[in-house]
Nanobody, 123 residues
Framework: QVQLVESGGGLVQVGGSLRLSCAASGGTFSGIAMGWFRQAPGKEREFVAAIRRSGGNTFYGDFVKGRFTISRDNTKDMAYLQMNSLRLEDTATYYC????????????????WGQGTQVTVSS
């Protein structure tokens, strides 16, 4: 079973940037797509971004609006989420998942989750 470790979160001011990383071990990114989700306190986990394993097509949640970029490095079993122009509402714990399906219509995660990485945006 693939084990995931997310990193790169932290405290940043509004308008700042962070780059999240996701390292996979014990397997490979074998799903159709891998992606990032986030969960804020008291809210459901929501889709952030996904990238297809074949072709590299990318998909984003509506709220991203060009601010985030998902990428992957298959040779290193790594995935990344570059986040720019961060807003207060981006504060959440961010999780990656290596088996995301039904993109772009209704992205859902089927793989295991890591522990997540906390992103806090302050004013």
């Amino acid at each position: 079973q693939v084990q995931l470790v997310e990193s790169g979160g932290g405290l940043v001011q509004v308008g700042g940037s962070l780059r999240l990383s996701c390292a996979a071990s014990g397997g490979t990114f074998s799903g159709i797509a891998m992606g990032w989700f986030r969960q804020a306190p008291g809210k459901e986990r929501e889709f952030v971004a996904a990238i297809r394993r074949s072709g590299g097509n990318t998909f984003y949640g509506d709220f991203v609006k060009g601010r985030f970029t998902i990428s992957r490095d298959n040779t290193k079993d790594m995935a990344y989420l570059q986040m720019n122009s961060l807003r207060l509402e981006d504060t959440a714990t961010y999780y990656c998942n290596v088996d995301v399906r039904e993109v772009p219509s209704s992205p859902r995660a089927f793989g295991s989750w890591g522990q997540g990485t906390q992103v806090t945006v302050s004013s």
